[in-house]
């Protein structure tokens, strides 16, 4: 599949991601992409989240696929059974944060756990780092497995946010063309 071809939905996380963010890049790069707006970044609350991931892609006129970063992964995971089935077409899940750790997140987005371990209804990526604050690598394959997701090893690349030094991320844009690729 084409990225022309679809609907892309960029899911950030908490405060949104910012102008040199990766996910801001693709989104001025891709023409079919297009940011699902939360109505507070700051304060996120789970149901409002959810609700607007739903709302969104169910609104899209093509195939769907997701392309979520750090706390959109959750909300995107745990919107993932509520969508209509077969509108979603993949995931690209990105930095995974352990909202179910007080040593790992603070405690204004713990309200997103648990994090949901039954396999997604559509094929996934899930990207990530052994760096990352957020998330211990090991914690983030469990969940990976659980979702059927196809797991890429990011290295040591802290969050993959343009605070760790991935603002363009080509290396993430590779992965995520090949993936588009091999959807039907």
Known sequence: MKASEAD?????????????????RWEAKI???????QADWSNPQL????????RDVEAANRPAVLVAHSLGVVAAVKAAHAIKPGLVKGAFLVGLPNVESDEHVPE???????IPE??????????????DPYCAYDTAVHYGNKWGSTLVDAGE???????????PWPEGLMTFANFMRDLS
């Open 8 to 24: 892309i939905f960029i899911i950030p996380g908490l405060d949104n991601s910012g102008p040199d963010h990766w996910q801001s």
């Open 31 to 37: 023409r079919s992409a297009r940011r699902i707006e």
């Open 47 to 54: 149901e409002s989240w959810v609700s607007t991931i739903l």
């Open 108 to 114: 204004l987005i713990r309200h997103f756990a648990p």
């Open 118 to 131: 039954h396999k997604l209804p559509f094929p996934s990526i899930l990207v990530a780092s052994r760096s």
């Open 157 to 167: 690349t802290g969050h993959i946010n343009d605070e760790s030094g991935q603002g």
